[in-house]
């Protein structure tokens, strides 16, 4: 299964470091939001959801993180 990070909360160009999370059910497939995690939102509140109506409680955590950089020439 090819997970694609698609539907990114939106970030402005020069944030230095932007981090995001997902949770994909292991037994489904169903899966979360991406979320950032860098401004400390619940991450977790999705998979709780998730194993209260279908009993499911093993996940995958898929990280995704951006860097900017500025390239100097000399």
Excluded: K
């Amino acid at each position: 299964m090819e997970i694609l990070p698609t539907g990114l909360p939106d970030t402005g160009p020069d944030e230095p470091v932007v981090t995001f999370a997902m949770l994909t059910c292991r037994a489904c497939g169903e899966h979360g939001p991406w979320v950032r995690t860098d401004e400390h939102e619940d991450v977790h509140a999705w998979d709780v959801e998730h194993q209260a109506a279908t009993g499911h409680s093993h996940f995958y955590l898929w990280t995704l993180g951006r860097n900017t950089a500025r390239i100097f020439r000399v």
